[in-house]
C-alpha cells in the first residue's frame, strides 16, 4: 500500500470504532469492488429494496448491479411514468428491507451530516427502512460537524446544482450564498449522531475518492 491507503485504512479504522459507539456499523472496503461485494452480502434473497440519489452509488456500479439483480424486488424511481408514480415510490420506500444512499459528509468521530432538497433521502435515513446501507469514499470525511456542513456547502452542493440544472447562486458563482432560492436544494440540515436501533445504519467506507 501506498501512503495514500494506508492512511485511508488507519482513518477508516478510527471512524469504525466511533461509529460502533454511535450503534452504527462500519466496515471498510478498499477498492470499489470489495464494497459492491460487501454490500450485496447484507442482502436477502426477495427483500425489497431502494435507495436515494446518489453520484456514489451511479459511480460504484452499485445501481447497475441492483438493476440487473433478480433476486431482490427493486423500487426504482427511474421506471415511473408519471409525477404520482414518483411520490408513491418515495413513500413504498419507506417500507424497504434495504435502503442505498450515499452521505453527504462523514466526520471523524462518526456522524453524518446530510443536506436534502425533497428530503425522501433524509427521511429514509431517520425513519422507516429496516436497513440502511451507506456506501461514501474516504474524501467524504470531515474532522467535526461544522467543517463536514462546510463541505456540503461548498463542494457538494454547487456541483449537485449543476447536475441537476438548478438556478442557484452557487452554481452561478460556486460559493454558496445561504439562500432561498426557488431552486434551492439545501432544504433539511439532518445530523445523524446515533442510531437508535442498533446496526440499523451500515456504514460502508471506501478507499477511494467518490461522489461529491
Known amino acids: 500500500m501506498n501512503p495514500k491507503e494506508m492512511h485511508y485504512e488507519t482513518l477508516a479504522n478510527t471512524i469504525i470504532q466511533n461509529l460502533a459507539k454511535r450503534k452504527m456499523e462500519g466496515c471498510y472496503c478498499a477498492t470499489i469492488e470489495e464494497a459492491e461485494k460487501k454490500a450485496f452480502s447484507y442482502l436477502t434473497e426477495g427483500c425489497t429494496v431502494s435507495f436515494g440519489g446518489s453520484m456514489t452509488l451511479e459511480e460504484t456500479g452499485m445501481l447497475t448491479a441492483l ?14 411514468k408519471t409525477p404520482e408514480e414518483t411520490k408513491q415510490m418515495y413513500h413504498d420506500a419507506l417500507s424497504s428491507d434495504f435502503y442505498f444512499m450515499s452521505t453527504n459528509a462523514i466526520t471523524v468521530d462518526g456522524e453524518l451530516i446530510n443536506i436534502d432538497g425533497t428530503g425522501n433521502r433524509v427521511a429514509a435515513l431517520i425513519y422507516g427502512p429496516e436497513n440502511v446501507i451507506i456506501m ?21 452542493t454547487p456541483m449537485n446544482c449543476k447536475r441537476l440544472n438548478k438556478k442557484t447562486p452557487c452554481s ?3 460559493v454558496c450564498a445561504d439562500c432561498l ?5 439545501c432544504n433539511q440540515v439532518v445530523i445523524t449522531r446515533r442510531s437508535g436501533i442498533e446496526g440499523r445504519i451500515k456504514v460502508i467506507l471506501i478507499g477511494e475518492e467518490l461522489g461529491y
Not at 74 to 80: S, V
Not at 138 to 156: L, Q, T
Open 67 to 80: 438493476r440487473h439483480d433478480p433476486n431482490i424486488r427493486l423500487i426504482d424511481r427511474a421506471t415511473a
Open 136 to 156: 461514501a469514499g474516504m474524501n467524504k470525511v470531515a474532522a467535526n460537524v461544522d467543517e463536514a456542513i462546510s463541505r456540503v456547502h461548498s463542494i457538494a
Open 172 to 174: 452561478a458563482t460556486g
Open 181 to 185: 432560492s426557488p431552486d434551492c436544494i
